[in-house]
Structure formats: structure tokens, C-alpha cells
């Protein structure tokens, strides 16, 4: 399998020479182009084919959530991975509903970085633990107080503890000795059982009923 190739947008050019030196080399990630505005990227990314756009929420021309909006219309099939410095929860929520397939902060290390963007080319979500929290605690602040919870089987209990700590779907599989298929099997089950709709909200749930610790 070939490098997994990066498209980033951000408007800082001496935050996109500092990328190419944390990204390229032994991670199998490769940089292939770069855009300092959404009009250019949009314009460049007609030509390019990359697996990965990694973008800055905030750019010249567009700024905030809506950028990845922006980006999931124009290329639905490109799986988008927000770079921010922003961590407050109604910015993750409302770029994951958007679009987005990852969530980083700009303070994320070279380790955790590689690990999101190929996750997202590999078709999983990825949000970094350090905004992971205060998003669970806002959806436990929002849940309904008179929510109840099916019981959950042993491995399901299993699954929604490894999303707790923030596994992609590859790493549950790994770490449970299953296949990824089966994994998502049980996903969909637990999310129906707890009236979830996402990874964050079926932990949130699973947290509040105490199912997890």
C-alpha cells in the first residue's frame, strides 16, 4: 500500500513547512499539495487526488464550522480532518456534523496526528482525546434525564469502553482479536440499545448509566 496523500489548507505557510517536517519520512503519510484559502483549494483540488484534506477551520475567505461544509459538499467522496486550535465543544460538534472524519488540535503530537488522518483514509472517525471529554460532557448536559438504557451484552460492554478511549474501529478489532466487520456489527447494535446516534453520544449515554467507568 502507497503512502497515504495529504491535501492541507491552512493560511499559515510556516504551519505548512512545520507539517511537512512532523508528517513526511517513516509516517507513510505524504503532503502532496497545499492551499492558503478555500477558493484555492477548491480550485486546486479539481486537479489533485488526494486520500486526506487537512484543514484549518479558520482561513481568509470562510471561517468556522461551515468551511467543512464547504469542503464535504464540493467532495464528498475526500474524508476531512479539521486542524484547529479550537477546542470548545460546539466546534467539534458542529464540524463532525458537517463532515468532518477527524478532529485535532493544533498542539496534537506528530504520533496522534498520523494516527487521525489514517484512520480517515481508512474510512474511520477520529477526535482527539483532549476534546473528547468536554464534548461527552456537553451531550450528557443535553441527554434526556428520563433516558433508558438496554442492557448491553459483555463484548458490547467491551466496544463501548475501547470507543471511550478513543479506538478507532481498526484498533477495537485489534485489540479484541475480531475482524473490523464484526466490530461495526456491534456497534450498530449497541447504538440502537442506547439511543445513540454517534461514537460520542453512545459513550456519553454509557458513562451517565454507568456502564463504564
Excluded at 505557510?13 to 492551499?35: C, K, Q, S
Excluded at 484555492?40 to 475567505?61: G, I, K, N, R, Y
Excluded at 478489532?173 to 440499545?193: D, H, M, Q
Amino acid at each position: 500500500m502507497g503512502a497515504v496523500r495529504v491535501f492541507v489548507v491552512e493560511d499559515h505557510e510556516i504551519v505548512i513547512d512545520g507539517l511537512r517536517w512532523m508528517l513526511e519520512g517513516d509516517t507513510g503519510l505524504e503532503i502532496v499539495g497545499h492551499a492558503q484559502s478555500a477558493a484555492q483549494a477548491t480550485e486546486m483540488l479539481a486537479t489533485f487526488t488526494p486520500d486526506v484534506l487537512l484543514l484549518d477551520l479558520h482561513l481568509s475567505d470562510r471561517s468556522g464550522p461551515g468551511v467543512v461544509a464547504h469542503f464535504a459538499q464540493e467532495f464528498p467522496a475526500l474524508p476531512i480532518v479539521v486542524f484547529t486550535a479550537h477546542d470548545e465543544p460546539e466546534y467539534v460538534e458542529e464540524a463532525v456534523s458537517a463532515g468532518a472524519a477527524g478532529y485535532l488540535l493544533k498542539t496534537a503530537p506528530r504520533d496522534e496526528m498520523v494516527r487521525a488522518i489514517q484512520a480517515a483514509a481508512s474510512g474511520d472517525a477520529y477526535i482527539q482525546a483532549e476534546v473528547t471529554k468536554p464534548l461527552l460532557a456537553k451531550f450528557a448536559r443535553e441527554s434526556r434525564t428520563d433516558e433508558e438504557s438496554a442492557a448491553l451484552s459483555p463484548r458490547e460492554l467491551e466496544v463501548v469502553a475501547l470507543l471511550a478511549e478513543g479506538l478507532a474501529d481498526k484498533q477495537i478489532a485489534i485489540r479484541l482479536g475480531l475482524s473490523e466487520s464484526t466490530v461495526k456489527g456491534y456497534l450498530r447494535n449497541l447504538y440502537e440499545k442506547l439511543g445513540a446516534s454517534d461514537r460520542a453520544q453512545a459513550v456519553s449515554i454509557a458513562i451517565r448509566s454507568r456502564l463504564i467507568d
